[in-house]
Antibody, heavy 123, light 110 residues
Framework: QVQLQESGPGLVKPSETLSLTCAVS?????????WGWIRQPPGKGLEWIGS?????????YYNPSLKSRVTISTDSSKSQISLKLSSVTAADTAVYYC??????????????WGRGTLVTVSS | QSALTQPASVSGSPGQSITISCTGT?????????VSWCQQHPGKAPKLMIY???KRPSGVSNRFSGSKSGNTASLTISGLQAEDEADYYC??????????FGGGTKVTVL
C-alpha cells in the first residue's frame, strides 16, 4: 500500500525558505509516476505548486506564479520528494500536501495524497 | 482567482441528485479529456473521485459520475447521502500552467 507523509517545520519566518519533505512508502519513486506538491491556505481552495518525474530525468513542471521561488527535487535512495519555497510571506501560510500523479508518465490527475502539513509563516 | 470556475455551493436532500459544474476554456477543460474531481472532508486530505472526465477509481461509489461538454465539466452525485457532504474540487491539465484547480464547491446535504 502506497503512503505519502509530509514533514517539516510548522513555523517559518518571513523572508526565509520553507523546506518540506514527503516520504513515500510502499513504492519506488523512481518508477513511472510524477509526484507533486499542492497547498491550501486556511479556509481556501487548492493551489498546485509543482511536480517532478524523478531527479534522473530532471523533468519538472512548476506553477508559473510560484516558479521563481520553488524548487522540487527527489532523493530516490531515501524515497523522498522535497519542496523548497524561498522568500516566504504570510501569504504562503497553508497546509502543504504531496501527491502522486496517476496515469503513469503524465500529470493528468492526483490519485494518492498525503495527509498534509500546516506551515505558518510568522515572525 | 482560480483558473476553473465552480459554484461556491450546491445543496440537495438525501436521495436526490446534484450536479457541480467546472467551467474553463479551450486551453484546459475543453481541450483535453484530463478533468478530475476530488472530494475533501473538513480537516482531511482530498480524495480522487473521478479522473479523465468520467472514469472512477476502484472503490469509489458508482453514485459519482463525470461528464464534459465543451469547456464545462460536470460531477453528478446521485442518491445523495449525508456522507457526501464535503468540498469538491475539479482539476484539469492546462496548456498554459500545466495543472489548474477550481475554486471548490461546498456540497450540503439538507
Amino acid at each position: 500500500q502506497v503512503q505519502l507523509q509530509e514533514s517539516g517545520p510548522g513555523l517559518v519566518k518571513p523572508s526565509e525558505t520553507l523546506s518540506l519533505t514527503c516520504a513515500v512508502s510502499g513504492y519506488s519513486i523512481s518508477s513511472a509516476y510524477y509526484w507533486g506538491w499542492i497547498r491550501q491556505p486556511p479556509g481556501k481552495g487548492l493551489e498546485w505548486i509543482g511536480s517532478i518525474y524523478h531527479s534522473g530525468s530532471g523533468s519538472t513542471y512548476y506553477n508559473p506564479s510560484l516558479k521563481s521561488r520553488v524548487t522540487i527535487s527527489t532523493d530516490s535512495s531515501k524515497s523522498q520528494i522535497s519542496l523548497k519555497l524561498s522568500s516566504v510571506t504570510a501569504a504562503d501560510t497553508a497546509v502543504y500536501y504531496c501527491a502522486r500523479h496517476g496515469g503513469g508518465n503524465s500529470i493528468r490527475y492526483f490519485d494518492l495524497w498525503g495527509r498534509g502539513t500546516l506551515v505558518t509563516v510568522s515572525s | 482567482q482560480s483558473a476553473l470556475t465552480q459554484p461556491a455551493s450546491v445543496s440537495g436532500s438525501p436521495g436526490q441528485s446534484i450536479t457541480i459544474s467546472c467551467t474553463g476554456t479551450s486551453s484546459d477543460v475543453g481541450g483535453y479529456n484530463y478533468v478530475s474531481w476530488c472530494q475533501q472532508h473538513p480537516g482531511k486530505a482530498p480524495k480522487l473521485m473521478i479522473y479523465d472526465v468520467s472514469k472512477r477509481p476502484s472503490g469509489v461509489s458508482n453514485r459519482f459520475s463525470g461528464s464534459k461538454s465543451g469547456n464545462t465539466a460536470s460531477l453528478t452525485i446521485s442518491g445523495l447521502q449525508a456522507e457526501d457532504e464535503a468540498d469538491y474540487y475539479c482539476c484539469s491539465y492546462t496548456s498554459s500552467t500545466f495543472v489548474a484547480f477550481g475554486g471548490g464547491t461546498k456540497v450540503t446535504v439538507l
